[in-house]
């Protein structure tokens, strides 16, 4: 069996990553973790049956709808797992029902598909199955004609109809996802070579790695969530890693969503991290988990960069979405990684639908008295499968037939109470010209670079992120 694990095609560069698509703010783009994620279960399968795994990234590739089916013909995959984004879902699926026409057979995973897969599959034929976990052997077991070994798939019953009529099999419920998880070593050596962009990544080239999967903090805006929280055994991810060092690869972005989360694990990886002494890294964690203690692990772990979600300058916000902590824990938190000379990310959330100008002004406030290196902007979205989702449809706010959003602020797509979508975008662009823009910042944006590379790598992203905002 001839698999191909592929990044479609786009008119913009999409990130379909992580159930949580969108378009880039800059010009960086990492690799999709999702197809990292099934890249070891289908490569093993593949290799057991006497196949061939293949990586096709057409974002990271650039490559036009022709050429990346030219890439697939040459190929002649018999199975196709394919990104998909509510960002672009127009766009994927003409691409991948042509793919489908030309005969593959094609198995699907991301956010558009996250919530009601079934009725997409009715409406898409060309959708064989839907992977909604990517963290386990769901793939190798739907092709191997294993159903009853599947916790969370939607495919079409084998009943001999065609296409088939739509059902869920979930043995497994992504609240009872808890514990650890077992993938085989993701292969970062089929992703292309180049074509990947990271803004705070100090080195080249880069590599981007899963520890954890999911989240146990119930913030309703955000969809990763919904997916319940599992570990990776830190012997697995340090085989990971010692394969990536290996190749030549010391600079690393972790995606999971808080490092931290479990204390004694994080503390664990950085000994190991601090042993091996060669590695360069960025990761997420939350104000209220990156205490004194930590911090240093982190930094002595080789850390540089750290991204903390601070969402609002808005304390009833903050608790009505869920934060779990207040602008105060915010601040401090900020403050204690610049003790640890760590530089500092603070990402928001804008366009809720309580925003105004005012509390948009207190945000801008925030973020500059926080005395941030970066500031990431992101569009409020009703992401498939969260609360707010519920609440945008209460509020009318959204349809249940808006399939196509974006958070990354090339269009506004929710209004809000008192702003229209027109007001919303021009007020998001004018929040990163300010915060951006100030001399003093450039200024030390300029003093602190270590590295031609990182110039070179500040500058691109810079100009890519001001072009975008103008």
Known sequence: MRILLLNPPGKRIYIRDYFCSKTTKSNYLFHPVDLLGLSGTAAEFAKARGGELSVLDCMAERLSVDAAHAKIEAFRPDVVVSLVGSVSWDEDRAFLSEEHRRGRRVLAIGDVLHENAEDRMREELWIEAVIHVFANADLAHYLAGERELIED?????????????????????????????????????????????????????????????????????????????????????????????????????????????????????????????????????????????????????????????????????LAAYEKGYRSSIILDA??????????????????????????????????????????????????????????????????????????????????????DRKTMLAMKKRMVRRFYMRPSYLWRRLTSVGSLFELRAQLREGWALFSRNI
Request: proline residues 5%; charged residues 25%.
């Open 153 to 317: 798939m939607s495919v079409r019953r084998d009943d001999g109809t065609d296409p088939g009529e739509p059902t869920r099999l979930c043995r497994l419920e992504a609240k009872h996802r808890k514990g650890e998880f077992v993938l085989p070593r993701p292969r970062h050596e089929l992703f292309p070579a180049t074509g990947y962009h990271f803004s705070f990544a100090k080195n080249a080239p880069f590599a981007t790695v899963l520890t954890d999967y999911g989240c146990p903090y119930p913030c309703t805006v955000c969809v990763i969530g919904t997916l319940g929280f599992q570990t990776r055994a830190v012997a697995e991810v340090l085989e990971e890693i010692d394969a990536l060092r290996a190749s030549g690869v010391r600079e690393l972005f972790f995606m999971d969503q808080t490092f931290g989360v479990v204390r004694s694990r994080a503390l664990e990886l950085c000994r190991a991290f601090e042993e091996r002494g060669d590695l360069s890294w960025t990761a997420y964690t939350r104000p209220d988990t990156g205490d004194d203690e930590l911090l240093a692990a982190m930094k002595s772990a080789g850390c540089h960069t750290i991204m903390m979600g601070v969402e609002s300058a808005d304390d009833e916000l």
């Open 334 to 419: 900020f403050r204690r990684a610049r003790q640890f000379g760590l530089r500092t990310v603070g990402t928001f959330i804008i366009g809720l639908p309580e925003e105004t100008k005012s509390s948009l002004e207190k945000t801008l406030e925030l973020a500059v008295r926080m005395d941030m290196d970066f500031m990431s902007l992101n569009m409020a979205v009703p992401r498939f499968g969260t609360p707010f989702r519920k609440q945008a449809l209460e509020l009318g706010l959204a349809s249940e037939r808006d399939l196509v959003m974006d958070q990354g602020g090339a269009d506004a797509f929710l209004p809000t109470s008192t702003l």
